[in-house]
């Protein structure tokens, strides 16, 4: 939520979040077990991107005659590993999509909480 979002006011209109509100959702131990599952999920998930990245180019740099090696034709191993980095970040999307959809009900929960509604 940006600083400047609201919840309903009895009325119907919005009244802006307080201080008082946000240290609310901060401290509410649902927040807390989203940012846990949150940050569960995308570290290891951030540090698997990068490592596969990069091994490519480590690889290429360091190990050049084991990329090399024709597997199909004139296709080496280098080709298909930069191939394969394509399906990994679909992957990698894709979970994280599966997972966002867990991480925004989560969230509709605690925005209804902290507008009156339901626990």
Do not use: C
Not at 37 to 50: E, L, Q, V, Y
């Amino acid at each position: 939520m940006s600083s400047t979002a609201g919840t309903m006011a009895p009325g119907g209109g919005h009244r802006a979040l307080t201080r008082a509100d946000w240290q609310a959702i901060e401290n509410d131990p649902d927040f807390r077990a989203l940012v846990a599952a949150k940050r569960a999920f995308i570290i290891p998930a951030t540090i698997f991107f990068i490592v596969y990245y990069f091994a490519l180019p480590v690889l290429v740099g360091y190990f050049p005659e084991f990329v090399d090696r024709p597997v199909i034709g004139k296709i080496n191993i280098a080709y298909l590993f930069a191939l394969s980095q394509f399906f990994m970040a679909w992957t990698v999307m894709w979970l994280y999509v599966r997972k966002a959809r867990e991480f925004d009900t989560a969230a509709e929960k605690i925005v209804a909480k902290v507008r009156g509604g339901a626990k």
